[in-house]
């Protein structure tokens, strides 16, 4: 990084062309890694085909996903007898397409996982970097805070709180990052410390960078792919967390199609349709299967150092 | 010198739960929306004189400050408040639930060290061995799978298609053993009531490895991982060369070592455990303190959730404790 800086004050002009190819460079060198790993390839396309589902779920989905159809309710899936390829993974307790809520679940599953991550992503490692580059009283304040927040399973702490400000989508993405952006904190904090030590840093001071051009023009590039590492999958994380507390009712609330509160009313029916309850969950499982496996690839990848065997 | 190092670990325990104690507190009150209102709002017909009386048997009327100094010095007493909707301590609704929760997170931490700790040697000594291979992917199955949704699964196979084990409950009316420690198992081990036993272990074993699988996976991923590590150690050639047969060398040198790592991550793994059960014990009816939480969540019972919390966090924060004095006795290097 030094040598660039410098080569930058030089001729800023063959500089950009250079550091253009020099990213995509690693982009290309990046993406090659990527398809030598099949798993976390794997999961690369599953995971995008997932997110291409929701984005296009008016035009794809069979059935309008909140019609109820007395008629046909309880259906069974397609293969089984007494099913038709009409709605080809059944039908749930009030009729309604099971294909279709599975793919408009898919949209508050993905949007919930990716929205928390920006924004407790985007907050926890702003203020990580502000309290590793400066220490002091403000880090020992958020410190002890994330501490004290740390001291909740998480789970436990949503609930609590969903249960105070009622459901909702907005309500559960506010209450997520309330406590997520503490593990973006935490790495960004710490490897803003240790790589605050490192000789580039130094000669940046000595050149009279400002401080906050250090902290992010010449150390978060350096410390960007452990943030994204953590980001991917916590993305699963959140997917499932949004899922049970759909579940106990205190997510999304219907008649919105949710994975977890599609799972929770197949209950009732578990003796008779076991499909309402189980199909959304393999949906669930899927996704969250593909995130991980992208995640841990693109940790073996990216930051090898936390690599298990 | 470490006798001091683990009391002061000990102490910062009162200022964490304290902490923790303030923070549930103001953000009960910061949250939008009144108790009392919230409580009364789904019944509607209510005059403001009994909403009034209402706030006064619960100090809603006193200043915040007040109200916060009564919740902390009955914590203190062991003194949680008063249940909104049984009216009576949530101390004593809460110990009546811990018990089976306790059962249940016993039960569930055993399943998973009897399939993670097999499992992840085996893997680690025969690695890349089909063994290996499927013990991973199921490993990683379980750490995606959501704890609710394979409850489900293993209700519809075992319970409803074959038929062969309970779902619902800890055990049938007429055989709950005689209350002396309140884990079923234990108690009709000791009054020898071995029809009870029968009824209650079999009531455990769904929920069990529902909850437990997932920490089942955490724990296997990590014992491979560290166990491939030691494996490569000197003194594990060592022990080789010194003639002693393998069985001894993995299990008394090897595996000691590698459990070091292991019981960290069991540490943290507490804490899903403890989220879990509440999902878990609302599915399979298990009268515990998670679906106490839920059902107070619906009865709109603050109080209770309130108490439970605050018991949730105890457990967490004790639970973290003793793993890490534990972690000083597995290896001495190690300072807390």
Not at chain 2, 256 to 272: C, D, F, S
Request: net charge positive.
């Amino acid at each position: 990084m030094t040598e660039l800086y410098i080569n930058e004050k030089s001729s800023n002009k063959t500089i950009k062309y250079s550091k253009g190819k020099m990213y995509w460079g690693r982009f290309k060198h990046f993406l090659k890694e990527l398809t030598h790993c099949r798993t976390a390839f794997l999961g690369a396309i599953i995971v995008l085909s997932f997110i291409l589902v929701a984005i296009f779920a008016s035009s794809i989905s069979p059935h309008d996903p909140i019609k109820a159809s007395i008629v046909n309710r309880l259906k069974p899936p397609f293969w089984i007898e007494g099913g038709n390829a009409d709605y080809p993974l059944g039908t749930d307790e009030i009729g309604r397409d099971i294909l279709s809520r599975i793919i408009y679940g898919g949209r508050i599953s993905i949007l919930v996982g990716l929205v928390t991550v920006g924004i407790s992503g985007f907050i926890g490692t702003l203020l990580g970097s502000f309290a590793g580059y400066y220490r002091g009283r403000f880090d020992e304040i958020l410190s002890r805070f994330s501490d004290l927040l740390l001291s909740f399973p998480y789970l436990i702490f949503a609930i609590f709180l969903m249960s105070i400000v009622g459901p909702g989508f907005f309500n559960l993405i506010v209450i997520l990052c309330f406590k997520s952006w503490v593990n973006f904190f935490r790495l960004s904090r710490g490897e803003m410390i240790s790589e605050k030590t490192k000789e580039y840093v130094e000669a940046a001071q000595a050149l009279g960078e400002s401080d906050i051009k250090i902290m992010f023009k010449e150390i978060l590039p350096n410390i960007i792919h452990s943030i994204l590492v953590l980001a991917t999958l916590r993305v699963g994380y959140f997917i499932i967390l949004e899922a049970s507390l759909s579940f106990l009712g205190l997510g999304i609330q219907p008649p919105t199609p949710a994975w977890g509160s599609m799972i929770n009313s197949g209950r009732a029916y578990m003796l008779s349709s076991w499909w309402v309850s189980t199909i959304p969950g393999i949906a669930l499982l899927i996704l969250v299967l593909s995130i991980n496996l992208l995640g841990e690839g693109l940790r073996d990848i990216l930051d090898p150092r936390l690599k298990l065997e | 010198m470490k006798g001091i190092k683990i009391l002061e670990r000990i102490l910062i325990v009162i200022p964490t739960m304290l902490a923790i104690a303030m923070l549930v507190f103001v953000l009960m009150r910061v949250m939008p929306g009144d108790p009392v209102d919230k409580m009364m709002g789904e019944s509607g017909n209510v005059s403001i004189e009994e909403i009034q009386s209402l706030k006064k048997e619960f100090n809603l009327d006193l200043p915040l400050f007040e109200q916060l100094k009564i919740f902390v010095t009955g914590i203190f007493h062991g003194d949680l408040g008063t249940s909104f909707q049984e009216r009576r301590p949530v101390w004593n609704i809460i110990m009546e639930k811990l018990p089976a929760t306790i059962e249940l997170a016993l039960g569930a931490f055993i399943f998973s060290l009897i399939i993670a700790v097999p499992i992840g040697v085996i893997s680690a000594v025969k690695q890349n061995s089909l063994i290996d291979r499927l013990g991973m992917a199921f490993s990683f199955l379980g750490i995606s799978a959501p704890a609710f949704w394979l409850g489900i699964i293993l209700i519809i196979i075992f319970a409803v298609n074959l038929n062969v084990l309970p779902v619902y409950g800890r055990s049938m009316f007429a055989s709950t053993p005689v209350h002396i420690t309140g884990l079923y198992v234990l108690d009709s081990i000791l009054s020898r009531n071995w029809l009870a036993l029968k009824d209650s272990f079999l009531h455990l074993i769904l929920p069990s490895i529902s909850l437990g699988a997932a920490q089942a996976s955490v724990i296997t991923r990590i014992l491979r991982s560290s166990m491939l590590e030691v494996l490569r150690a000197d003194y594990v050639t060592l022990a080789r060369t010194k003639g002693l047969s393998e069985y001894i060398v993995i299990t008394k040198h090897a595996l000691r070592n590698a459990l070091i790592p292991t019981v960290t991550v069991i540490g943290l793994q507490i804490g899903t455990l403890l989220g879990g059960n509440m999902i878990i014990e609302t599915i399979f009816g298990w009268p515990g303190l998670g679906r106490l939480v839920v059902t107070s969540i619906f009865n709109r019972d603050f109080p209770v959730i309130q108490g439970s919390v605050m018991f949730y966090a105890l457990i967490y924060v004790t639970a973290n404790l003793i793993v890490d004095i534990l972690y000083t006795y597995l290896n001495p290097r190690t300072t807390l």
